[in-house]
């Protein structure tokens, strides 16, 4: 899930927003075991976005996984974020998906809703792949009305990222259970002392805002639609668009020159809400130091956070079921596939693998302690429903969000453009 001005989650929330094709394909292959490969080699698809890095640690599990078994071969093919969806799209309305891709939860209900998800349950009941030993029962993001539609290879949760020094300097000291209107008084003693922006622009991030709705018994989404109502969302871009006037929140303007930059790691920004594996960016891109703090709470207590997920999803047309699902089973428990992958999607999910990697960089390392003291805390709950077209609510929230901090509409018309936006991607 996901994601805050980093270059990964706009990029996302921009694929996100693509329109898809129609998709309504049925399921083809049976259930159980039987891939219906007559016993000899079989090639199954395997689809993934992400960077050069990935690509490279990617393919050496998939070097172990040819030589545990040497009858299935993995054909690879991988993506920018933007590409892979615009490719699975076109793929899927032909008819012709990998066996095997990466997913995430926003797009789970839009493509069972279409047929394209092979429900895993059968391939677990066979004996093929196993949902045991996962941690924190993060697996549950994978599930949807009863169906295992994903298998969780990282797990993450939404934290703020800070500026340390700039903290420093102002005497702003984050505490578990600070509350909103603590994160906002610190926010302007950071300007009033440094001249320095306290947040790079909170109020455009979806699941932020969900985790605050969370915490006041609401939620970003329902099963079906929206969980909140305009007067909600009026309140969020209101206060968040009088912050950016008074500079306490960065310009977007600024936001859009600094990128790819974070506007955290770029200096004009002092903390900046993102999913805690994406910390590692900060430190490569910027020249200051960077830690984690906490999610500011309403009532001191609940943080509203739950553990997302980047996860493996199998094609309901695939040939080769118990192939596709016995490479999933080696790629989310092969301890060997934890060494090799590390964090590059998350806090790795299966207890096998959480326990075979030893980070040895400092942000590896407070990232881990991170989830750790989150799970202690005893704050974290289920992922809230995402429903067929959540992924396009989601772009649509970071856009029009953004243009309002930059004065390019009305609060009230851009909460009237969201619904209206929102209530077509759910119809489509």
Known sequence: MGTSGNVERRTILKAAGASAAALGLAATTGCGGDSGSGGGTVTIRYSWWGAEERAKRINQSIALFEKKYPKIKVKTDFQTYLSFWEKFQTQAAGGNPPDVFQNAVGFLRKYDKRGILLDLNSQVQAGNLSLDHFRAGVTKVGEVDGKQLGVPVGSNTMALVVDKKVFQRAGVDPRAGWTWDEYFKALKTIHDKTGIAGDTGYFTIMYLYDLYLRQNGKAFFTKDGLGFDKADLTEWWQDGYNRVKAGIVTDPKVVSQDQPKSSLSAGHGASEFTWDNFTVRYSAEGSS????????????????????????????????????????????????????????????????????????DAVSKEIAQYEEDTAKSGVLGTITPHPSGADTVEAAFLRIGGDLGQGKTTVANSVKQFFTESEAAFQA
């Open 289 to 360: 130091t960077y830690g984690l703090a906490p999610i500011p709470t309403v009532d001191g207590t609940h943080t509203g956070q739950y553990l997302a997920s980047l996860m493996l999803s199998a094609s309901a047309r695939t040939a080769h079921p118990k192939e596709v699902a016995q490479f999933i089973d080696f790629m989310v428990h092969d301890p060997e596939v934890g060494k090799i992958m590390g964090y590059d999607r998350g806090i790795l999910a299966s207890t096998e693998q959480y326990a075979a990697f030893k980070p040895t």
